[in-house]
């Protein structure tokens, strides 16, 4: 077994061992902080498909975070009011059900990836980076402008949505929840990256006319894998709103689409578990920097810098070493 | 019908015009030797064959299929299979890695390419980037036969390689032309193997054919002036 995968499973043990001891000791905060991070690791496992192994650097996966988000928030919101969705042409009431609410995130997600990627993928380096960035931001001014569900101020859930025989408003069930679906996303993550599909994605992100040359189309390639990796964060946005009981335009913000990346390199781009560890690392730093000073994120900022320059790999390529990466 | 076949094919750089005028054809199961000194166009044929290079006037026809307006993705799941000039593998995957980002389905698998280079066999987990300068090559031929190709294109396969090495790329190469149906356009310097393993040579000189034929037509006059042999 590589130094690589005996991290992993620390890093997977640890994150549920923590909220287990939390529950043990009767201190919800501290699994609220764990689902964060589990919900964060989720979403920077979403990015990293589209960063890590594909070599695309959006600065927009705040608009799949916020979509999923949104999602959530519309739905809930036309349970909790019980007026339909829609009703003409049919009638499309809102639900509580976080399955549903799972697979309306997905597939909107998707759908918008679709769209970006297709517009957006035709370019590459710094205007790439731009156009998501400034999708993500025209769905952050639509959102605000939007009266129906909040403008400015967001949508207020009262309650956590469902899920078949557990109590999602108990924190360590709702910690449970996030955590089953990450630890999948790993796997399907880990599976797409040995797939041809995922060899294709990682070569053509090496050479692209190289990929060509064996009659792979590399925009293709890309797109789906765009799609696949907003699909995830779009996941992550639906758990986040419902970790939170509330969504608002905050989450399409660029600082989300920051952080989701800052989170990813800090644990290791293109490393399985290096958004786990990043998220974990993120939302450390967060609590104990942030008792100490409000300017917490200098330190942050110091410690990326640090990763940048020092320690390509992230925190996972630090401890297990090079040798693994496919960068 | 040939399975390759190219007439009065124009190509530039920008606006420096590289090729003038070239003509071959590539039958099935045909080795066919393309020749001529550095700069002449050899390599610029083979990217114009693969639409790496858009070309300007004459026609490229793969099956009879005009191939001149598809993309060069297009042309390479037509059975167009490139060994580029250089090696070129992708260096930060594995052997096998590297062979599986390329598969299609057909005759040629993992372990077809195996027998063939039994070298890279033991290499399988390393990094591409990680091989010697043969087994780069071996590499970048088993994952141009990995796409099931029905024409390769070999582009200087034996360029900068161990006397030991190049013999063992040349016998692949003879192995490929007894044992499968393959065309195969082969650009080297090798005059000596060339003769060995192909059925026809190609000239070029300046971007042009100059001349085509046996190679017991290749006379001193010829390979002085045009290989500088």
């Given at each position: 077994m590589s130094r690589e995968a005996v991290l992993n499973g620390v890093i997977a043990l640890g994150l549920l061992a923590v909220p287990l001891w939390a529950w043990a000791a009767d201190e919800p905060f501290v699994i609220t902080l764990a689902t964060r991070v589990a919900i964060l690791a989720l979403a920077g496992v979403g990015l990293n498909i589209a960063l890590g192994l594909g070599g695309l650097v959006s600065f927009g996966h705040a608009a799949f975070f916020g979509i999923g988000g949104y999602a959530m928030g519309i739905l809930a919101s036309h349970a909790q009011s019980y007026e339909p969705l829609m009703e003409w042409p049919v009638l499309i009431e809102g639900t509580r059900s976080m399955p549903v609410i799972w697979l309306v995130a997905v597939v909107a997600s998707a759908l918008a990836a679709l769209v970006i990627g297709a517009l957006s993928l035709r370019t590459s380096g710094v205007y790439f980076i731009m156009i998501t960035l400034a999708f993500a931001q025209m769905l952050y001014y639509f959102t605000i402008s939007w009266p129906a569900y909040g403008g400015e101020d967001g949508l207020s859930i009262y309650l956590r949505n469902s899920f078949p025989g557990l109590n999602t408003l108990d924190p360590i069930q709702f910690f449970a929840i996030c955590y089953a679906i990450l630890l999948a996303a790993l796997f399907f993550t880990a599976r797409l990256a040995k797939s041809p599909f995922g060899l294709a994605l990682a070569a053509a992100r090496q050479n692209a006319a190289r990929v060509e040359a064996v009659g792979i189309r590399p925009y293709r390639v890309r797109l789906v894998a765009f799609v696949i990796s907003a699909a995830l964060t779009g996941l992550a946005g639906a758990l986040f709103a419902d970790l939170n009981r509330f969504v608002s335009p905050a989450m399409f913000g660029w600082n989300i689409s920051g952080e989701i990346m800052v989170l990813v390199i800090l644990g290791g781009v293109a490393r399985l578990f290096g958004p786990v560890a990043?998220?974990?690392?993120?939302?450390?730093?967060?609590?104990?920097?942030?008792?100490?000073?409000?300017?917490?994120?200098?330190?942050?900022?110091?410690?990326?810098?640090?990763?940048?320059?020092?320690?390509?790999?992230?925190?996972?390529?630090?401890?297990?070493?090079?040798?693994?990466?496919?960068? | 019908?040939?399975?390759?076949?190219?007439?009065?094919?124009?190509?530039?750089?920008?606006?420096?015009?590289?090729?003038f005028g070239v003509d071959l054809a590539v039958e099935e199961g045909e080795v066919v030797a393309l020749m001529g000194r550095n700069g002449m166009g050899k390599t610029t044929t083979i990217r114009a064959i693969c639409r790496l290079l858009p070309i300007r006037e004459g026609s490229i026809r793969l099956d009879g299929r005009d191939i001149r307006a598809l993309p060069s993705f297009r042309v390479a799941r037509m059975g167009v299979g490139l060994v580029p000039e250089g090696r070129r593998c992708f260096p930060n995957l594995t052997v096998e890695e590297n062979l599986l980002a390329a598969a299609r389905p057909g005759e040629w698998d993992m372990p077809r390419v195996m027998r063939l280079f039994p070298a890279l066999a033991p290499r399988r987990g390393q990094m591409a980037a990680s091989l010697s300068g043969g087994e780069q090559q071996m590499l970048a031929i088993g994952r141009a036969l990995m796409t099931n190709p029905r024409l390769l294109l070999l582009d200087e396969a034996t360029e900068g390689l161990a006397p030991v090495v190049r013999q063992e790329i040349w016998a692949a190469i003879s192995r490929l032309k007894s044992e499968t149906g393959l065309g195969i356009v082969v650009v080297d310097k090798s005059l000596r193997e060339l003769r060995t393993v192909a059925d026809r040579g190609v000239i070029l000189a300046r971007g042009r054919t100059v001349w085509e034929g046996g190679f017991d037509r290749l006379d001193e006059d010829l390979t002085s002036r045009y290989l500088g042999v």
């Amino acid at each position: 077994m590589s130094r690589e995968a005996v991290l992993n499973g620390v890093i997977a043990l640890g994150l549920l061992a923590v909220p287990l001891w939390a529950w043990a000791a009767d201190e919800p905060f501290v699994i609220t902080l764990a689902t964060r991070v589990a919900i964060l690791a989720l979403a920077g496992v979403g990015l990293n498909i589209a960063l890590g192994l594909g070599g695309l650097v959006s600065f927009g996966h705040a608009a799949f975070f916020g979509i999923g988000g949104y999602a959530m928030g519309i739905l809930a919101s036309h349970a909790q009011s019980y007026e339909p969705l829609m009703e003409w042409p049919v009638l499309i009431e809102g639900t509580r059900s976080m399955p549903v609410i799972w697979l309306v995130a997905v597939v909107a997600s998707a759908l918008a990836a679709l769209v970006i990627g297709a517009l957006s993928l035709r370019t590459s380096g710094v205007y790439f980076i731009m156009i998501t960035l400034a999708f993500a931001q025209m769905l952050y001014y639509f959102t605000i402008s939007w009266p129906a569900y909040g403008g400015e101020d967001g949508l207020s859930i009262y309650l956590r949505n469902s899920f078949p025989g557990l109590n999602t408003l108990d924190p360590i069930q709702f910690f449970a929840i996030c955590y089953a679906i990450l630890l999948a996303a790993l796997f399907f993550t880990a599976r797409l990256a040995k797939s041809p599909f995922g060899l294709a994605l990682a070569a053509a992100r090496q050479n692209a006319a190289r990929v060509e040359a064996v009659g792979i189309r590399p925009y293709r390639v890309r797109l789906v894998a765009f799609v696949i990796s907003a699909a995830l964060t779009g996941l992550a946005g639906a758990l986040f709103a419902d970790l939170n009981r509330f969504v608002s335009p905050a989450m399409f913000g660029w600082n989300i689409s920051g952080e989701i990346m800052v989170l990813v390199i800090l644990g290791g781009v293109a490393r399985l578990f290096g958004p786990v560890a990043g998220a974990a690392l993120f939302i450390l730093l967060e609590n104990v920097l942030g008792g100490i000073s409000e300017y917490w994120q200098v330190f942050l900022g110091l410690l990326l810098l640090g990763v940048v320059l020092f320690a390509r790999g992230g925190l996972v390529g630090l401890i297990a070493g090079r040798e693994a990466t496919h960068d | 019908m040939s399975l390759l076949e190219l007439s009065a094919v124009t190509a530039f750089y920008g606006p420096s015009q590289a090729l003038f005028g070239v003509d071959l054809a590539v039958e099935e199961g045909e080795v066919v030797a393309l020749m001529g000194r550095n700069g002449m166009g050899k390599t610029t044929t083979i990217r114009a064959i693969c639409r790496l290079l858009p070309i300007r006037e004459g026609s490229i026809r793969l099956d009879g299929r005009d191939i001149r307006a598809l993309p060069s993705f297009r042309v390479a799941r037509m059975g167009v299979g490139l060994v580029p000039e250089g090696r070129r593998c992708f260096p930060n995957l594995t052997v096998e890695e590297n062979l599986l980002a390329a598969a299609r389905p057909g005759e040629w698998d993992m372990p077809r390419v195996m027998r063939l280079f039994p070298a890279l066999a033991p290499r399988r987990g390393q990094m591409a980037a990680s091989l010697s300068g043969g087994e780069q090559q071996m590499l970048a031929i088993g994952r141009a036969l990995m796409t099931n190709p029905r024409l390769l294109l070999l582009d200087e396969a034996t360029e900068g390689l161990a006397p030991v090495v190049r013999q063992e790329i040349w016998a692949a190469i003879s192995r490929l032309k007894s044992e499968t149906g393959l065309g195969i356009v082969v650009v080297d310097k090798s005059l000596r193997e060339l003769r060995t393993v192909a059925d026809r040579g190609v000239i070029l000189a300046r971007g042009r054919t100059v001349w085509e034929g046996g190679f017991d037509r290749l006379d001193e006059d010829l390979t002085s002036r045009y290989l500088g042999v």
